[in-house]
């Protein structure tokens, strides 16, 4: 079975452009979560989504959005970038029953973002 | 103070060591999850627990709901176990991570 693929896997952006990053989960998982990764701040919870509603979100402004579509991809958007955007940001898929963060977590690769 | 506390945030061991992280948090939880990092970012799930013990291979988790805390265990430690090992807790609708544990096996 295919992991959790994360496309593109490397992007530069400048201040004040938007980005999107795609995640397809494991076949079959419906609960997709995303991560940000910083050397300063670890790593910290943006949100997830289980069969297209956002259930859970972390504490990111606004500028940080996402969705999820039928067939569980998600997509997860940044918008007017900022310097302090530079991360890298995991997704990752679980089944979903219950509680989806009470579920073992799957992760895709990453797509390091760079803002310059 | 953060809501999850590892230590120690660095441990060098020696091939074949036993190597013991914990884990202290403060938040009410419904579950814990270890997970390891290798260079590069990649991350993968060890464990998922709420209670007792779990075992896979050479690796052993802990959880003690009354007193906030959780070890990882690892036995007969391998150069290839050095990672960053990081703690998360699954509390109400968030995860909240540990800051992570770098190990470094030396042969």
């Known amino acids: 079975k295919a992991g959790v693929t994360q496309t593109p896997r490397y992007l530069i952006k400048t201040r004040g452009q938007q980005v999107t990053l795609s995640c397809s989960p494991i076949?079959?998982?419906?609960?997709v979560s995303w991560y940000q990764q910083t050397p300063g701040q670890g790593l910290q919870f943006l949100f997830e989504?289980?069969?297209?509603?956002?259930?859970n979100k972390g504490n990111f402004p606004g500028r940080f959005s996402g969705r999820q579509f039928s067939n569980s991809r998600s997509e997860m958007n940044v918008s007017t970038l900022e310097l302090g955007d530079s991360a890298l940001y995991l997704c990752?898929?679980?089944?979903?029953?219950?509680?989806?963060?009470?579920?073992?977590?799957?992760f895709g690769p990453g797509t390091r973002l760079t803002v310059l | 103070k953060n809501e999850v506390e590892q230590s120690p945030q660095n441990l060098t061991a020696q091939e074949g060591e036993f190597i013991t992280i914990n884990c202290s948090y403060s938040?009410?939880?419904?579950?814990l999850h270890w997970l390891q990092q290798h260079p590069g970012g990649g991350i993968v799930s060890l464990f998922m627990?709420?209670?007792g013990k779990k075992k896979h291979g050479r690796l052993i988790a802990t959880i003690n709901i009354q007193e906030k805390h959780s070890s990882l265990h690892i036995t007969a430690s391998h150069p290839r176990d050095s990672a960053v090992y990081i703690c998360?807790?699954?509390?109400?609708?968030?995860?909240?991570f540990g800051t992570g544990t770098l190990l470094a096996v030396q042969p």
């Open positions: 990752a898929s679980s089944l979903g029953a219950g509680d989806p963060l009470e579920n073992e977590q799957f």
């Open positions: 076949s079959g998982h419906r609960s």
């Open positions: 989504y289980f069969s297209e509603t956002q259930r």
């Open positions: 938040v009410g939880i419904s579950a």
């Open positions: 627990l709420s209670s």
């Open positions: 998360a807790v699954s509390g109400g609708d968030k995860l909240i």
